[in-house]
């Protein structure tokens, strides 16, 4: 007899990334980092995820917001820095200076990113009606706490 299963869920909360106010709860705080993971099990135990969410959570009412991949491994770098200043690791002057860094290397990486993406489009017809937000995507539900 074989027992399997799905929905053991995982969760690693990072830290805190941004300041910003919750349209939820209207509580302005530092909002976290967290990745929800979502594994097949075998036994009771947890074999591959088949599921992966990547959110910015209020700390406050867990509403959140979800976020692509790639914007999850650009904030992780923001979660580091912060940790290294709340951890005392770094003087505030240092931390100004590596924000500054790690926004410069974004807007870079940003602006590579946008030239191969003209690059694609002019290969297609536009679409002019399309307002889509492809960074992130806002959530309807309300995630769990810590």
Excluded at 13 to 34: A, K, M
Excluded at 35 to 42: A, N, P, V
Excluded at 120 to 133: A, G, L, R, V, Y
Aim: hydrophobic content about 35%; overall charge positive.
């Amino acid at each position: 007899m074989i027992i399997f299963g799905w929905g053991h869920v995982k969760k690693k909360t990072y830290g805190p990334v941004i300041r910003h106010t919750c349209n939820h709860c209207h509580n302005i705080d530092n909002w976290y980092l967290i990745k929800i993971s979502t594994w097949f099990t075998l036994f009771f135990v947890p074999i591959f995820p088949y599921k992966i969410n990547y959110l910015l959570v209020c700390p406050i009412c867990s509403w959140g917001i979800e976020l692509e991949k790639n914007d999850f491994k650009q904030l992780i770098k923001i979660v580091e820095i912060n940790m290294l200043l709340l951890n005392d690791k770094i003087t505030y002057d240092e931390y100004k200076k590596l924000v500054a860094n790690n926004t410069k290397q974004r807007a870079i990486e940003t602006s590579s990113e946008s030239d191969k993406s003209t690059k694609q489009i002019t290969k297609k017809e536009p679409n002019i009606s399309s307002n889509k937000k492809t960074n992130r995507k806002k959530s309807k539900t309300k995630f769990p706490k810590n």
